[in-house]
């Protein structure tokens, strides 16, 4: 089955009774059709979990992409502030929510920083569902500008062709 979008406010002008807009624009179901995402040369991709921040780049093309890892910065994530709102409670007796929210503020701070700096152009997120959450809190503007895409999946650890087809696959 296929989806069709209304594009502007034009009819056809054969049958002035038509409510039909024209031009179509038609993306196929994504159950009968895989669409996979296009990754771009130079493109940064960050992994992010509540412990670890991982970085990769796209050094080949869009058809044919090869990640390469980059050096993982130091973050600082002392601003335990970051999270909405929790504390350490019964529910949460070690506070590990706090730390693991403080560390997805602090590597959302670096992306910030970095497409603000000119030094990432094109960024794929891919955090777990929770961290993904609280990053988003975080965004810039410009870093949602520079966004290709966030992925809600736990990529952690994966390299290479493994991470590529798990992209792919989102």
């Known amino acids: ?3 069709v979008k209304r594009a502007g406010p034009w009819t056809c ?3 002035r009774q038509s409510t039909l807009a024209l031009p179509l624009h038609v993306w196929p179901d994504r159950s009968s059709e895989e669409i996979l995402m296009q990754l771009p040369h130079g493109a940064v991709v960050a992994l992010v979990d509540g412990k670890h921040f991982e970085l990769h780049r796209n050094t080949g093309d869009e058809s044919n ?4 890892a980059l050096v993982s910065p130091d973050l600082d994530e002392s601003n335990k502030a970051g999270g909405a709102g929790r504390d ?12 693991e929210d403080a560390h997805a503020a602090a ?3 670096w992306l ?5 700096g000119h030094k990432i152009e094109k960024l794929v997120i891919v955090a777990s569902p929770r961290t993904l959450g609280e ?6 503007k410009q870093l949602e500008v520079a966004l290709v895409a966030d992925v809600s999946k736990d990529l952690i650890g994966k390299t290479g062709p493994d991470l590529i087809a798990a992209l792919q696959a989102a």
């Open 135 to 140: 990053m988003r809190r975080h965004y810039h």
């Open 13 to 15: 002008p054969s049958d």
């Open 1 to 3: 089955m296929t989806q």
């Open 112 to 116: 910030n920083t970095q497409v603000l």
């Open 107 to 109: 590597a959302t701070q």
């Open 88 to 99: 350490s409670s019964s529910a949460n007796p070690t506070g590990h929510q706090i730390d």
């Open 65 to 68: 992409p090869e990640l390469a």
